[in-house]
Structures are given as C-alpha cells and as structure tokens.
C-alpha cells in the first residue's frame, strides 16, 4: 500500500487539478454559439488550447490546428509517463506507441500512393510528427522513400521492420495497403497487452477493462462498416478482428456474416453491451447517418467508461486513464468544431457529432 501511495499520489494530485480544468459542459455549448473560428479561438484565448487555436489566424490552415491538438494528446500522455516509473511508465509509453503506430500509418499511404500505385500526384505531408516517440522512426523520410528496399531500411531497429518485410510483397502483388494497416494495429494491441502484464494486479485489472472496451468498440465498427458497404462474399478475405477484446471470436464471426449492419450491431451489443442497445441506430436512415449513429454510441460508451474510472480506487492507474480518455474526447470535440465552423455548419449540426 505504501509503495502504490508513493507511486500515484504525486501524479494523482497534478491530475485531479487538470481535471478541474477541462471545459465545462456550458463551455462546449459556447463555443458551438460561435459564428467563427475567430469566436471559438477568442473563448479558448485563457485556456491550454490558446496556441493551437492561435495558429489558424496566423495561417488560415486548420490542418495545422488539428495537427497542434493531436500533438497535445500526444504530450498528455508522454508527461504522465515522465511522473512514473517502473511498469506503470512502460505502460504510458505504450500507449504513445498507438499514436506512432498511426503516424506510420500516414506515411506508409503517402509512401504506397506514389510508389505502389505510382500516383504522382500526390502532394509531400506537411503534418507528420518530427518528434522521438518510442522508436528513432523519420516519418518524412519513410513517406519519401523511393523503393521498398529503401522503406525497410528506414525501419531498421524498429519491430516494424519484419512486421513490413512480411507484408510489403502482398502489398506490391494486390495494390492495397489495407492489411498492412491491420497487421500494424495488431501488432499494437498486442504490445499493449503485453505492458499491461506488467503492471501490479489492481491497476492491471483496470488497465485491461479499458484494452477490452477500447478493442471491442473497434471490432463493433469495423464489423459494422464492413457489413454494410461489402457482400458476404465479399469480406471473407479479410481478417479485421483486434485481439484482446471481452466479445468471443465465435461471436465476432457471426456478425462478420451477417447481411445486415444493424443486425451485426444488435448481435455484437447484446454480447457485452446490452444497455446501449436503446441507443442503437433507427432503420430506414441512409447508411452513412446510421453509421455516424453507430460512431456516437460507441463514443458515448467508452466516455462512460471512462468516468467511471474516477469513482474508483484514486491511487492508482485508473484516475490517470480517466483523465486521458476525457482529454481525448475534449480535443475531439474541439476539432469537430473548429472544423464546423470551417465548412459553416450549424451549431445543431455539430452537436449531433459530439
């Protein structure tokens, strides 16, 4: 008990003040009132967000805004790892890893479009993470290689580097990129799980609720997604399941077959999730607002899993995950409006999304 008091309280007491600071909920509402991102910028001017929102009037490019937010989210978590030590720290950094794995994501497709597909095209990324992350990767340089040889040599000392001298000739053969970018999220949620052993058993019995609920919410929408825009026949090829998720894969499968989104969906709730089944989507409604439907339910409950974290044992990892998640959702939220406001979307409009 001494060793997990020591641990935590420090860490615990910096982040039930950040918690008193994230944006209230009539905070939200103002800044949907906003008729610009100038308004919006203005009522963020004497909070965290000042700088980021700062940069849209100095360029008038709101992927720069969305890339400074991103970048936030980024340091949340590498600061909460700095206050740690031992197993818990390697488990933040793990959660980092997710954001690198995706910022190799983005640059593996810059890389396919031109060199793979040969499509010229397409412009150089400006919004690629330059920072160290878990592991010495030039994301630039990796987006820039000009052959496959060259891509792996830019991977070297990285686990990336086998999990891509694997999969690159299938990614030559069949012009897709598509399982490439679920081997990589694979890869990821298993090296989660893995720092999740790690951890002492209190804060590793929390720490793999939110795995289960994170994965489960990912097989949902992918299952969903892929229900309703291929034929059976269609989606056999494709292995799109996340391990480490509550739902069985026997389950997971029968969704995978069925002709129906929302039957999918009503299979995949009830084995876990049963309470949200009233939120679920209304048919008759085109495919892309059910959809939408579906990405705020699942929104909604990992947000709900997430507070929950804050009523439990506040000496451990949970009041930390707790305060990543609502963070998470609070920058989310801030570029949905930014990004509103961009297009001149009603303030009803954008509520409908967060």
């Known amino acids: 008990m001494a060793g997990r008091l020591k641990r935590y309280s420090f860490v615990n007491a910096k982040i039930r003040t950040r918690l008193g600071q994230l944006l209230s909920d009539k905070k939200i509402d103002d800044l949907l009132k906003c008729r610009s991102i100038e308004e919006v910028a203005s009522e963020l001017q004497q909070s ?22 991103l970048s936030m989210e980024i340091e949340t978590l590498r600061e909460i790892a700095s206050y740690l030590d031992s197993a818990p720290a390697d488990y933040f950094r793990c959660l980092v890893q997710g954001y690198e794995v995706d910022m190799l994501k983005n640059a593996l497709r810059y890389w396919f479009d031109r060199v793979v597909r040969g499509d010229q095209r397409e412009s150089s990324p400006s919004y690629l993470y330059r920072d160290f992350l878990v592991h010495r990767l030039d994301f630039f340089a990796i987006a820039g290689a000009s052959s496959s040889q060259e891509l792996l040599a830019l991977l070297e000392g ?27 999220d694979t890869y990821y949620y298993r090296t989660l799980a893995e720092g999740i052993r790690g951890l002492d058993k209190k804060d590793r019995k929390t720490a ?91 929104r909604r409950i990992l947000q709900e899993e997430a507070r929950r974290l804050l009523w439990g044992y506040p000496f451990s990892i949970g009041t930390l995950l707790a305060f990543v998640f609502l963070t998470k959702k609070e920058i989310d939220s801030i570029i949905k409006i930014v990004n509103a406001k961009y297009y001149g979307l009603t303030a009803e409009a954008i509520r409908e999304v967060l």
């Open 48 to 69: 965290r967000y000042a700088n980021a929102l700062d940069i849209y009037s100095q360029t008038g490019d709101i992927r720069a805004v969305e890339f400074a937010l």
């Open 158 to 184: 990285t686990p990336y580097q086998r999990l891509l001298q694997r999969s690159i000739p299938t990614v030559e053969q069949n012009q897709r990129i598509f399982e490439l970018e679920l081997e990589l």
């Open 208 to 298: 793999t609720g939110i795995l289960q609920v994170e994965v489960d919410l990912q097989n949902i929408d992918r299952i969903v997604r892929f229900a309703a825009f291929y034929k059976k026949e269609e989606r056999q090829g494709f292995d799109i399941f996340l391990p480490g998720g509550s739902i069985s894969p026997a389950v997971l499968r029968k969704a995978y077959s069925s002709d129906d989104a929302l039957e999918a969906l009503e299979l995949l709730l009830e084995h876990g999730y049963r309470s949200y089944r009233i939120f679920k989507p209304a048919r008759g409604r085109r495919v892309f607002d059910q959809l939408n439907e579906v990405e705020l339910l699942l």
